[in-house]
């Protein structure tokens, strides 16, 4: 750190010698309406300052970087308009200068159903980077996001929680996973356009954030273009249709200034069968300039989201009934009833102090935020499974008997099927309603609900020294509490539930009533108490040929359970408070430009970071005890980015080589399991796993004439399990062999041969050539076809374990189980490649002081049908299960996968006044 600041320093004072300042000058209007566009940012290529217009449109820069650079004028809104200059010391004024309207402005309300979908698992959202990336207009960055994004590509095969996002410089990323929520800003695309996004390890004002890159959303009233904004859209996606209006005031000649939105958002079913959308959102922000340096800002968003979610699907249930196919609906009363729904609703308030001078600049502001995230599901007690594609409901249960394929039941097992492939609500009903139950509820629904309350208060500042250096700080205090219980939403015609574990015929709750009734918590009921405190400094440094940036950061983070149920199966540890968990981490990170000339340079960006396991990842087993994961470390991340930019009158775009490195990672996972070690619901605890993350990024964009370009998108990479980790399991009840279980009531099974596997983290090469044509007549279109490929499906790691291996009959290894035989049946799936031709356009028109727009985009064009992602399951804990299960070759326990969407559209129509 020493080292990197007395360089800094010491290029600094060189630089102070024959220092000169050029001023660059111009005034910017809107191309057809003339008038002046106010707040234009202006920026030259190797400065991290921003210059803006003011309410006339005038700008005025100072600089003492020499030779040709170019000089880059953006708004909200406008396309932006580059400039070549030589800096010589010697004013410059630019004139006039025009910016055409960026029709193109609905491409991100396209974009938003994607970040809405869920893709994953029962406790995982959307992991992927697109909706980090939508403000980026960087040709490979946006086609990852536009183009990639449907088919959940990762930039850089990175979690979105390696990225942060903003609002007003508030932190949204959660505590329960690192990733921020888009739903609890979703369906508010007006109000949220104006946003700074750098890219991998920038240097950021608001964070010292993360490797992905990070995000920052500003809400002032005053930023956002004045006046009345209504538009509608039409989709066959994730929601058939959406109304929204957004008002803004403009900034009054009192400093007061205001944004009103509000948007609906439904369908009664998506893409996929079943999947209901039924979402509302509101905001509002009120800013008072208290003079030309000061302001106040209050922002309230209030967005609730309902939809009917989705299941992964077996190639032998794909090969039943298709893409479209979700098991989790039923037909009640004439009308779909999905039995997994999940429902967001969480307000957030927030309150910034904006400070603005010529070399200061001061963000301090206050958040809380309030509210449940609910997940819906079928539980079922001592009655058969009702999930329509239970193995033991599908052919391939007859073909793989241990008796003997029996093709005549798997026969009849198809056509039970494919007459009765949904949920069959009224025989949940019937069987409540049996009197033998006495009332007892053999089928409930009930909901897993998360209620959040976080307070956030953040503060940083920027302070320009001159025009080559700046230097910049923050800190931000969060503070969580977080009730998590599941609770009863419908008996389903029964009287009561018997809160009693089936499996182990304990109570989950000794103190309480083990009678409850709709609306009661039952089964678990504990809470998180959690704090984060974060601070970095920054120094950033821009000379003629050089560019210097340095950042640091620590972080310290504290977390408990208190546990508000007494579970007998765990009676020691499950009621009260746990043991405080506490981390602390530093980062360091630091990039070097080196300017070839005006038009090419090249950057280098490094970073040694410290990530503390989210909440997760820390106890094996929150809903019911107080164990946490044994000598859980911090996660190392080592990473590295050497770029080469070109800007030339036609030509731009960069190729980067990334090289990421993650260690002493953890991960917990939840599954049945049924082998030699005992069969029950089990929690997997992987320590020590390190990833391996390198490749490389191409974006290209050739402008062949004022109305054509030529677009050129690639990655190239390798995202693999750099270790060998090491693998526990712990058993729910008393499932397990006793003689393995050691005092923590774990497993331990020793290392997973994972190393040099590939990771299930979308696409690892994708490519994408698009052409697109604008006309001076304000009409536009736009064709991209996309290839990928090297996607793979997430592997089970206990079959990679000794004990996979071991029969238990015999307590030997399987004689067949040779080193040949194990690698062939555990041989990882790679994914089929394919190809996706995307086709977007859109016309605007001036009528009467009105800006009308219409926009269409067409997705899968041929109607591709694609597997976005998939998992090996667990449920066949050794070589003997895996092996009978394979021999038909429909496996009875194959990995799941997700599908993408096929052909779909987005239609929007908006007019502003």
Request: proline fraction near 3%; include cysteine; charged fraction near 20%.
């Given at each position: 750190?020493?080292?990197?600041?007395?360089?800094?320093?010491?290029?600094?004072?060189?630089?102070?010698?024959?220092?000169?300042?050029?001023?660059?000058?111009?005034?910017?209007?809107?191309?057809?309406?003339?008038?002046?566009?106010?707040?234009?940012?202006?920026?030259?290529?190797?400065?991290?300052?921003?210059f803006s217009t003011d309410s006339n449109g005038v700008f005025q820069l100072r600089t003492s970087q020499m030779g040709e650079h170019?000089?880059?004028?953006?708004?909200?809104?406008?396309?932006?308009?580059?400039?070549?200059?030589?800096?010589?010391?010697?004013?410059?004024?630019?004139?006039?200068?025009?910016?055409?309207?960026?029709?193109?402005?609905?491409?991100?309300?396209?974009?938003?159903?994607?970040?809405?979908?869920?893709?994953?698992?029962?406790?995982?959202?959307?992991?992927?980077?697109?909706?980090?990336?939508?403000?980026?207009?960087?040709?490979?960055?946006?086609r990852a996001a536009f183009d990639f994004g449907q088919a959940f590509f990762r930039v850089r095969g990175y979690d979105s929680s390696?990225?942060?996002?903003?609002?007003?410089?508030?932190?949204?990323?959660?505590?329960?996973?690192?990733?921020?929520?888009?739903?609890?800003?979703?369906?508010?695309?007006?109000?949220?356009?104006?946003?700074?996004?750098?890219?991998?390890?920038?240097?950021?004002?608001?964070?010292?954030?993360?490797?992905?890159?990070?995000?920052?959303?500003?809400?002032?009233?005053?930023?956002?273009?004045?006046?009345?904004?209504?538009?509608?859209?039409?989709?066959?996606?994730?929601?058939?249709?959406?109304?929204?209006?957004?008002?803004?005031?403009?900034?009054?000649?009192?400093?007061?200034?205001?944004?009103?939105?509000?948007?609906?958002?439904?369908?009664?079913?998506?893409?996929?069968?079943?999947?209901?959308?039924?979402?509302?959102?509101?905001?509002?922000?009120?800013?008072?300039?208290?003079?030309?340096?000061?302001?106040?800002?209050?922002?309230?968003?209030?967005?609730?989201?309902?939809?009917?979610?989705?299941?992964?699907?077996?190639?032998?249930?794909?090969?039943?009934?298709?893409?479209?196919?979700?098991?989790?609906?039923?037909?009640?009363?004439?009308?779909?009833?999905?039995?997994?729904?999940?429902?967001?609703?969480?307000?957030?308030?927030?309150?910034?102090?904006?400070?603005?001078?010529?070399?200061?600049?001061?963000?301090?502001?206050?958040?809380?935020?309030?509210?449940?995230?609910?997940?819906?599901?079928?539980?079922?007690?001592?009655?058969?499974?009702?999930?329509?594609?239970?193995?033991?409901?599908?052919?391939?249960?007859?073909?793989?008997?241990?008796?003997?394929?029996?093709?005549?039941?798997?026969?009849?097992?198809?056509?039970?099927?494919?007459?009765?492939?949904?949920?069959?609500?009224?025989?949940?009903?019937?069987?409540?309603?049996?009197?033998?139950?006495?009332?007892?509820?053999?089928?409930?629904?009930?909901?897993?609900?998360?209620?959040?309350?976080?307070?956030?208060?953040?503060?940083?500042?920027?302070?320009?020294?001159?025009?080559?250096?700046?230097?910049?700080?923050?800190?931000?205090?969060?503070?969580?509490?977080?009730?998590?219980?599941?609770?009863?939403?419908?008996?389903?015609?029964?009287?009561?539930?018997?809160?009693?574990?089936?499996?182990?015929?304990?109570?989950?709750?000794?103190?309480?009533?083990?009678?409850?009734?709709?609306?009661?918590?039952?089964?678990?009921?504990?809470?998180?108490?959690?704090?984060?405190?974060?601070?970095?400094?920054?120094?950033?440094?821009?000379?003629?040929?050089?560019?210097?940036?340095?950042?640091?950061?620590?972080?310290?983070?504290?977390?408990?359970?208190?546990?508000?149920?007494?579970?007998?199966?765990?009676?020691?540890?499950?009621?009260?408070?746990?043991?405080?968990?506490?981390?602390?981490?530093?980062?360091?990170?630091?990039?070097?430009?080196?300017?070839?000339?005006?038009?090419?340079?090249?950057?280098?960006?490094?970073?040694?970071?410290?990530?503390?396991?989210?909440?997760?990842?820390?106890?094996?087993?929150p809903r019911e005890n107080n164990t946490t994961v044994p000598e859980i470390q911090t996660e190392k991340i080592t990473t590295l980015?050497?770029?080469?930019?070109?800007?030339?009158?036609?030509?731009?775009?960069?190729?980067?080589?990334?090289?990421?490195?993650?260690?002493?990672?953890?991960?917990?996972?939840?599954?049945?399991?049924?082998?030699?070690?005992?069969?029950?619901?089990?929690?997997?605890?992987?320590?020590?796993?390190?990833?391996?993350?390198?490749?490389?990024?191409?974006?290209?964009?050739?402008?062949?004439?004022?109305?054509?370009?030529?677009?050129?998108?690639?990655?190239?990479?390798?995202?693999?399990?750099?270790?060998?980790?090491?693998?526990?399991?712990?058993?729910?009840?008393?499932?397990?062999?006793?003689?393995?279980?050691?005092?923590?009531?774990?497993?331990?099974?020793?290392?997973?041969?994972?190393?040099?596997?590939?990771?299930?983290?979308?696409?690892?090469?994708?490519?994408?050539?698009?052409?697109?044509?604008?006309?001076?007549?304000?009409?536009?279109?736009?064709?991209?076809?996309?290839?990928?490929?090297?996607?793979?499906?997430?592997?089970?790691?206990?079959?990679?374990?000794?004990?996979?291996?071991?029969?238990?009959?015999?307590?030997?290894?399987?004689?067949?189980?040779?080193?040949?035989?194990?690698?062939?049946?555990?041989?990882?799936?790679?994914?089929?490649?394919?190809?996706?031709?995307?086709?977007?356009?859109?016309?605007?028109?001036?009528?009467?002081?009105?800006?009308?727009?219409?926009?269409?985009?067409?997705?899968?064009?041929?109607?591709?049908?694609?597997?976005?992602?998939?998992?090996?399951?667990?449920?066949?804990?050794?070589?003997?299960?895996?092996?009978?299960?394979?021999?038909?070759?429909?496996?009875?326990?194959?990995?799941?996968?997700?599908?993408?969407?096929?052909?779909?559209?987005?239609?929007?129509?908006?007019?502003?006044?």
């Open positions: 750190m020493r080292i990197a600041l007395f360089f800094v320093v010491s290029c600094y004072t060189l630089s102070l010698c024959g220092q000169q300042v050029t001023m660059v000058s111009g005034t910017v209007l809107a191309e057809t309406t003339k008038n002046p566009v106010k707040h234009a940012v202006i920026t030259i290529e190797g400065n991290t300052k921003e170019i000089i880059t004028i953006e708004s909200l809104d406008f396309l932006p308009k580059n400039f070549a200059v030589q800096l010589n010391g010697k004013p410059i004024d630019l004139g006039v200068i025009s910016l055409q309207k960026d029709i193109t402005r609905e491409k991100t309300d396209n974009l938003i159903t994607l970040t809405d979908s869920d893709i994953a698992g029962d406790d995982e959202s959307v992991t992927g980077s697109s909706g980090l990336l939508q403000s980026s207009r960087d040709i490979f960055l946006n390696y990225g942060e996002v903003l609002l007003n410089g508030m932190p949204m990323n959660k505590f329960f996973d690192g990733r921020p929520q888009w739903n609890n800003w979703g369906g508010l695309n007006d109000v949220i356009r104006n946003q700074d996004f750098s890219n991998g390890l920038a240097i950021n004002q608001f964070t010292f954030g993360g490797i992905l890159g990070n995000t920052n959303i500003d809400t002032r009233p005053s930023k956002l273009r004045p006046g009345l904004r209504l538009s509608s859209s039409a989709s066959n996606r994730t929601y058939t249709a959406r109304a929204m209006a957004s008002y803004s005031s403009g900034l009054k000649k009192n400093g007061l200034a205001y944004t009103f939105s509000s948007s609906r958002r439904w369908a009664k079913t998506g893409y996929v069968d079943g999947t209901l959308y039924d979402a509302y959102s509101f905001f509002g922000a009120v800013e008072y300039k208290l003079n030309q340096e000061n302001s106040l800002v209050l922002t309230a968003i209030l967005a609730k989201n309902r939809r009917g979610r989705s299941s992964a699907l077996t190639k032998e249930v794909f090969d039943l009934v298709g893409n479209r196919y979700n098991p989790y609906w039923g037909i009640q009363n004439e009308q779909v009833r999905n039995s997994r729904e999940r429902e967001i609703f969480e307000p957030l308030f927030i309150l910034n102090h904006f400070l603005q001078s010529d070399k200061l600049s001061l963000n301090t502001g206050v958040s809380y935020q309030f509210g449940i995230n609910a997940r819906s599901r079928l539980g079922y007690y001592n009655a058969p499974n009702p999930d329509p594609t239970y193995y033991r409901y599908l052919p391939s249960f007859n073909l793989n008997s241990p008796i003997g394929a029996d093709f005549n039941n798997a026969l009849l097992s198809k056509q039970g099927f494919l007459e009765n492939p949904q949920i069959q609500w009224q025989q949940l009903y019937t069987a409540n309603l049996n009197t033998a139950n006495d009332g007892k509820a053999a089928y409930l629904l009930y909901d897993d609900v998360i209620e959040n309350s976080q307070l956030t208060i953040s503060s940083t500042a920027e302070y320009d020294i001159n025009d080559g250096i700046s230097i910049g700080a923050g800190v931000n205090l969060k503070t969580l509490s977080s009730e998590n219980f599941a609770e009863i939403q419908d008996l389903l015609g029964a009287d009561f539930h018997e809160d009693i574990d089936s499996f182990s015929n304990t109570l989950n709750d000794v103190d309480g009533n083990a009678i409850k009734t709709e609306g009661e918590r039952f089964n678990y009921n504990y809470a998180i108490e959690a704090s984060q405190l974060e601070a970095f400094g920054q120094i950033n440094t821009n000379f003629n040929k050089w560019g210097v940036f340095v950042s640091a950061s620590f972080s310290s983070f504290d977390v408990l359970r208190n546990g508000l149920f007494v579970n007998e199966r765990f009676s020691e540890n499950s009621f009260g408070n746990s043991e405080k968990i506490s981390f602390s981490n530093f980062g360091l990170k630091s990039g070097v430009t080196y300017f070839l000339s005006g038009r090419h340079w090249l950057n280098i960006d490094g970073a040694l970071i410290n990530k503390a396991p989210t909440l997760q990842n820390i106890f094996i087993n980015d050497v770029s080469y930019f070109i800007r030339l009158p036609d030509v731009t775009g960069r190729i980067t080589a990334f090289y990421s490195r993650f260690q002493n990672a953890t991960d917990i996972n939840f599954f049945f399991v049924d082998s030699g070690l005992g069969s029950d619901f089990v929690q997997e605890v992987i320590t020590d796993l390190d990833r391996l993350h390198k490749g490389i990024e191409l974006g290209l964009e050739y402008e062949v004439s004022s109305s054509v370009k030529l677009s050129l998108a690639g990655n190239l990479a390798s995202y693999v399990y750099a270790s060998n980790p090491f693998v526990s399991i712990n058993f729910d009840t008393a499932g397990a062999a006793e003689d393995l279980i050691d005092p923590e009531g774990n497993i331990d099974l020793g290392i997973a041969k994972l190393k040099d596997l590939k990771l299930a983290q979308g696409p690892q090469t994708a490519f994408a050539f698009g052409v697109e044509y604008r006309s001076p007549k304000y009409w536009w279109v736009g064709v991209t076809a996309n290839y990928l490929s090297d996607n793979y499906a997430n592997i089970s790691t206990i079959t990679r374990t000794q004990s996979f291996l071991i029969d238990p009959d015999t307590g030997k290894r399987f004689p067949d189980a040779t080193d040949e035989n194990v690698a062939q049946i555990l041989r990882q799936q790679k994914l089929d490649d394919f190809y996706l031709l995307n086709m977007v356009g859109g016309k605007s028109w001036i009528f009467n002081k009105k800006y009308i727009s219409a926009f269409i985009s067409v997705n899968n064009v041929f109607d591709e049908v694609f597997r976005t992602g998939g998992y090996e399951q667990s449920r066949n804990g050794n070589y003997g299960q895996l092996k009978q299960d394979n021999l038909s070759g429909t496996p009875s326990f194959a990995p799941k996968y997700w599908y993408g969407f096929g052909r779909t559209y987005f239609l929007n129509l908006a007019v502003s006044f």
